[in-house]
C-alpha cells in the first residue's frame, strides 16, 4: 500500500484487492495511520480492481474511528466493481466518494 | 385450434409484449399513446424525414432513365410500400414488430436495382425482388436460431457503418461540394439548420425538442430563401403537379421476370438489409428500454417479417426495395417518443400522402444543405449507437479484430469506392455496398473465431487464496464469449462473496469446482463442493446508521455476514443451493 501525506491529510493508495485475503493487512496499516481518529484521511481506490465484504469491514471499522475522533473520511477513484459493492451495501451513504485525491483534499478544506 | 391455425402459429407466433423501462430523456415508449396533436405532429415529423430521403427513389428513377410522368408515380409507389411497411410495423399483429419503425427506399438496395435494372430490364429486378421478400419472410423465424451469427459486436458494427455510410451524403449536400470547391451559401443553410436541430434537441424539452428537425428545416429553408437557393423555381415544379392523382399513374407496373443472374445479387443484399433490420431491431428495443439487456429475438423476427412484407410489395410495385430507416430511429432517440402508435399515424399519412402529388414534389425541392444537415445529425447518433453497442460487451484480440477488421473492410469501400473499378458489374452491387462488406466481414470472422471457444468452463479453486486466479479466470471466460461486461462483473463480485461466505462458515472442504456456463441469454455458475449448502438468508437486519455508533466488533462481523449474503442475492437474477449426500451446489444465475 501506498502511503502519502500532504499537508494534514494522509492518504492511502491500496493496491489490487482488498478482500479476506489481505483486509487484515489493509486494518492494520489504516489504523496506524489512523490515530485516534481526529485527522483527515483519503483512501485511493485507484490501484484496486476488487473489494469484497471484508474490505467493507475494514472501511466500516476506519468510518468509525473517524466519527468517533470528530476526523473527515473520504474514498475516491472507485471503479465500476467497487462502486457497485459500494451501493448495494448501503454503504454510500454512510463515507462519502469523490472522482479524485484532490477533489476531496478540497472538500475536506 | 385448426390446423390452419397451428401453421400459422408456428411460422409466424403471435405479438407478445415485452416487459420494459422507460429510459431517462424518453417521452413516450412503444405501448404508450401520446395525444393525438402530438401523436399527429411527431408523426408528421417521421413522414417528412421520410419524404425528405425519398431523393434515393428519385435517384434510382432518373438513373433508369424513367421519365417525369413515369418518376412521379414511381415516387408515389415508393411512399406507398413504405407507408403499408410502416403502418404494419407498428402493428400488434404477428407480422408487425409494435415499434416506430420507418420503412423508406435504402441506399443500401438503391445500387443493387439500378444495377441489375440497367443490365436486365426492370422486370428482372421486380422478380428478385418479390422473390427476396419472400426469402426473407421465411428467414425471419430462423433467425433466433442464429443468435450467436448476430452478437451485439456485429449489431454494432453494422450500426456504424450505417452512420459512416450517411456522412458522404450529407457531407456532400452539406457544403455543396460538387467537386470544384465548397459552396458558401449551402453550408451557410445546413449550419443554420444543424445548430437549431442540435440546440432544440439539447437545451429544450418537451415540444420543442420533438420537433426539432421540422423547425430545423423551417429555419433552414428561410435562409435558403433570403439567398435566393428557395423559391419560385422550385414552388413552379410543385404547382406543375395536380393536386390529387393515384400513386401508380404515370408508371407501368413491370412484368416480373425471374433471372439467375439478376436474382443472385439482389437477393445477397435483401438478406442483408435483413440483417440491417436485426440491428434496427436492436436500436429501437435499447431506445424503449432502459434495462435492455439482450435482443428480443421473437420481436426482431416479426420485424424482419414485415421488412420482407415491405420488400415484396417494392417487388410487387416494381420500385427499388425498402429497409428500415436509420434515419427515423435517430429522430425517434432524439425525440423522445417512440410509440407504435405514431409509427401507424406515420405510415397512415405516407400513403394518403402518396395520392398527393404536390405534397411529395414540394418535399422533394427541399434545397439538398438542409437534407445534408439532417443527414449529418443522423449519422452522428447512429455512429455512436453503434459504438455503445460494440463497447457493451468485453474485448479480447479476437473480437477487437472482428469489430475492427468488419469496419475497416466497411470503410474501404466508403474511401476508396474506385477499389472496386474492376470487379464485374453484377457484383459492383454487393462489392459497392460498405454495409454488405464490412458485415459479411464481421460475422465471417465471428463464426471462425468462435472456433476452439467452449460455451463453458472449469476451474479447481483450492482455498481463499484462489480468489484472485477466479476473477483472472471469469475475465477470460468473457472476453472469450463477448460477454456483457456489466454481468460478468456482477458474477464476479457473487462469486467471491460465495467463496468468502463458505471459507468463513466453514462449512466447506476444499477444492470447490466452478463451472461456468454462457448463451446469449443467460450465464450460470455452478459451484460444487464437499459440505453443507450455503445459507443466504439474513440472520437478524443490522442497520448500517446504528453501527456507526456500536462499539461491538461482533456486530461488526455480523453485518459483514449479511452484507455477503445479501450481494449474493442482489446480483444474482436466480439462487438454487442444493445438497445431496453430502456434496452441496450453489448455483448462480445471471441474465445476459
Known amino acids: ?109 | 385450434m385448426s390446423g390452419w391455425s397451428k401453421l400459422l402459429d408456428s411460422v409466424f407466433p403471435a405479438f407478445e409484449e415485452t416487459e420494459r423501462e422507460k429510459p431517462k430523456g424518453m417521452l413516450y415508449i412503444a405501448e404508450e399513446t401520446p395525444g393525438l396533436p402530438t401523436s399527429f405532429a411527431v408523426a408528421g415529423q417521421h413522414a417528412i424525414v421520410l419524404l425528405m430521403l425519398v431523393v434515393y427513389t428519385v435517384i434510382v428513377g432518373r438513373e433508369i432513365g424513367l421519365s417525369q410522368e413515369e418518376l412521379r408515380g414511381f415516387v408515389s409507389m415508393g411512399i406507398v410500400a413504405a407507408g403499408i411497411a410502416t403502418f404494419l410495423q407498428g402493428t400488434t399483429t404477428r407480422f408487425g414488430s409494435g415499434h416506430l419503425v420507418v420503412h423508406l427506399p435504402t441506399p443500401v438496395t438503391m445500387a443493387g436495382f439500378i444495377a441489375v435494372s440497367v443490365t436486365f430490364g426492370v422486370g428482372a429486378a421486380a422478380g428478385a425482388t418479390i422473390l427476396s421478400g419472400i426469402i426473407v419472410m421465411g428467414l425471419s423465424r430462423l433467425l433466433p436460431k442464429l443468435r450467436s451469427v448476430f452478437p451485439a459486436e456485429v449489431a454494432g458494427v453494422l450500426l456504424v457503418l450505417l452512420g459512416l455510410s450517411l456522412v458522404e451524403g450529407g457531407a456532400k449536400r452539406f457544403t455543396g461540394f460538387s467537386g470544384s470547391g465548397l459552396d458558401t451559401p449551402s453550408i451557410l443553410i445546413a449550419t443554420t439548420t444543424l445548430v437549431v436541430i442540435i440546440g432544440l434537441s439539447v437545451w429544450t424539452s418537451g415540444r420543442l425538442k420533438l420537433f426539432a428537425i421540422v423547425i430545423g428545416t423551417a429555419f433552414g429553408l428561410i435562409v435558403a430563401t433570403i439567398l435566393g437557393r428557395f423559391g419560385q423555381t422550385e414552388l413552379k415544379v410543385v404547382t406543375e403537379q395536380p393536386l390529387f392523382s393515384l400513386p401508380f399513374s404515370g408508371y407501368t407496373l413491370p412484368t416480373p421476370t425471374l433471372v439467375l443472374a439478376a436474382t443472385i445479387p439482389i437477393l445477397l443484399i435483401e438478406v442483408i438489409s435483413a440483417v440491417d433490420s436485426i440491428g434496427t431491431g436492436v436500436a429501437i428495443d435499447k431506445i424503449n428500454n432502459a434495462k435492455w439487456h439482450r435482443a428480443d429475438m421473437p420481436m426482431i423476427a416479426r420485424l424482419v417479417t414485415c421488412h420482407g412484407i415491405g420488400v415484396l410489395l417494392a417487388g410487387l410495385f416494381g420500385i427499388n426495395s425498402i429497409g428500415t430507416s436509420s434515419a427515423n430511429l435517430g429522430l425517434a432517440h432524439a425525440s423522445g417518443v417512440a410509440s407504435r402508435k405514431v409509427g401507424q399515424i406515420a405510415g397512415l399519412m405516407l400513403v394518403v400522402l402518396a395520392f398527393l402529388p404536390q405534397v411529395s414534389t414540394f418535399i422533394t425541392q427541399i434545397p439538398q444543405p438542409v437534407v445534408g444537415a439532417i443527414l449529418v445529425y443522423t449519422a452522428g447518433y447512429m455512429l455512436v449507437a453503434g459504438m455503445e453497442l460494440v463497447l457493451s460487451r468485453m474485448l479480447n484480440s479476437r473480437r477487437t479484430f472482428m469489430i475492427g477488421l468488419g469496419i475497416t473492410v466497411g470503410s474501404v469501400v466508403l474511401l476508396m469506392p474506385e477499389i472496386i473499378s474492376g470487379a464485374p458489374e453484377s457484383l459492383k452491387p454487393i462489392l459497392g455496398s460498405a454495409l454488405t462488406l464490412g458485415t459479411v466481414t464481421a460475422m465471417s470472422l465471428n463464426m471462425i473465431f468462435r472456433i476452439g471457444i467452449a460455451q463453458s468452463g472449469t476451474i479447481q479453486l483450492t482455498g481463499i487464496e484462489s480468489l484472485a486466479k477466479l476473477t483472472d479466470f471469469l475475465e477470460e471466460k468473457g472476453e472469450d464469449w463477448g460477454a456483457r461486461r456489466q454481468v460478468m462483473m456482477r458474477a464476479g463480485i457473487a462469486v467471491g462473496e460465495a467463496l468468502e461466505k463458505l471459507s468463513g462458515t466453514g462449512i466447506t472442504n476444499w477444492p470447490i469446482v466452478l463451472k461456468v456456463s454462457y448463451d446469449e441469454y443467460k450465464i450460470t455458475l455452478d459451484m460444487d463442493y464437499e459440505g453443507e449448502p450455503i445459507n443466504l438468508a439474513v440472520a437478524k437486519p443490522i442497520s448500517l446508521d446504528d453501527l456507526m455508533d456500536d462499539d461491538d466488533d461482533d456486530a461488526l462481523d455480523e453485518l459483514v455476514s449479511n452484507v455477503s449474503g445479501m450481494l449474493i442475492g442482489q446480483l444474482a437474477d436466480k439462487v438454487e443451493s442444493t445438497s445431496d449426500n453430502g456434496r452441496a451446489t450453489l448455483k448462480l444465475v445471471f441474465d445476459h
Do not use: W
Not at chain 1, 17 to 39: A, H, L, Q, Y
Not at chain 1, 49 to 56: E, K, M, N, W
Not at chain 1, 61 to 86: F, H, P, R, S
Open chain 1, 1 to 109: 500500500m501506498l502511503i502519502e501525506n500532504r499537508g494534514d491529510v494522509v492518504i492511502l493508495a491500496p493496491r489490487h484487492r482488498v478482500d479476506t485475503n489481505n483486509s487484515p493487512e489493509v486494518e492494520k496499516v489504516v489504523f496506524e495511520n489512523i490515530g485516534d481518529g481526529e485527522g483527515k484521511m483519503v483512501i485511493d481506490f485507484s490501484q484496486v480492481d476488487y473489494i469484497s465484504s471484508a474490505g467493507l469491514r475494514v472501511l466500516l471499522k476506519t468510518a468509525k474511528q473517524m466519527k468517533k475522533g470528530g476526523g473527515k473520511l473520504g474514498l475516491c477513484n472507485l471503479n465500476d466493481q467497487i462502486k457497485e459493492v459500494l451501493e448495494l451495501s448501503g454503504f454510500l451513504g454512510i463515507i462519502d466518494c469523490y472522482d479524485s485525491v484532490d477533489s476531496c483534499l478540497a472538500a475536506f478544506r
